[in-house]
């Protein structure tokens, strides 16, 4: 099979290499443990002049990194979804004549299909936070210490999210996914497409490691500052 030929001992060579460092970058940038102060408990105590600046510093958090956010959320949609298709239509083409290639397309496309879901499907307060916060009303000094609470709670809400995305417990999944995998066509149908096998193994860590790696995370970093000044 042509596509067999494609994924040659030097393809796996080249995929072992970027999933070394897409899961190392996303095994190593993690968020940092929070120490700060709680960012609620004051918020009564607030003047009308700091209630307005942490509203200020929230929104402009969020102006900072709608971009990559926006930019990260559905550009890995897209690709998930993408590949999710291709290898469907590769896995009819395979048909019933090569049972252990449609096996691994289908394999491929299910695995690709639920993480374009997971990213449809993720909250994405990165990306809406500022909007909603500048649409709550603000025209009195209660007003405006509820705008500070919902936008601190979006802020921490974002922030969680985001450490999720871009940390390890993605790339672990899809290091679990494509074992299982390529370890179910290695054994079934020992011998048949060892370049499509190699595939299976690596493209789900490849995937999830590089979007880990790529993640956002103006939302983690601005967290832990704005709690450190709550």
Not at 8 to 29: E, M, V, Y
Not at 101 to 127: E, I, K, N, Q, T
Request: glycine share 10%; net charge neutral; hydrophobic share 45%.
């Amino acid at each position: 099979m042509a596509l067999d030929r494609l994924f040659s001992r030097s393809w796996l060579r080249g995929a072992a290499f970027i999933l070394a460092c897409a899961c190392g970058t996303a095994l190593i940038i993690q968020p940092k443990v929070a120490s700060a102060q709680d960012a609620y408990h004051c918020i009564e105590e607030l003047s009308d002049d700091e209630v307005a600046y942490r509203v200020r510093y929230i929104e402009d958090s969020f102006e900072k990194g709608k971009r990559h956010a926006t930019g990260w959320r559905y550009g890995w949609l897209s690709v998930f979804a993408a590949v999710a298709g291709v290898e469907a239509w590769l896995a009819v083409d395979a048909g019933k004549d090569e049972p252990w290639d449609r096996f691994a397309f289908a394999y491929l496309a299910a695995g690709s299909g639920f993480s374009a879901l997971m990213h449809a499907a993720m909250p994405a307060p990165d990306v809406w936070g500022k909007k909603r916060i500048a649409r709550m009303d603000s025209s009195t000094p209660e007003a405006r210490r509820a705008q500070l609470e919902y936008a601190t709670k979006t802020m921490e809400k974002s922030a969680n999210i985001e450490g999720l995305l871009g940390g390890p417990l993605g790339v672990g999944a899809g290091i679990m996914y494509g074992v299982a995998g390529g370890t179910a066509k290695a054994v079934k149908w020992t011998g048949h497409t060892p370049g499509i096998t190699a595939l299976v193994f690596l493209q789900p860590p490849v995937l999830t490691g590089l979007a880990a790696a790529t993640a956002p995370r103006q939302q983690v970093e601005d967290w832990e500052n704005y709690r450190g000044i709550a």
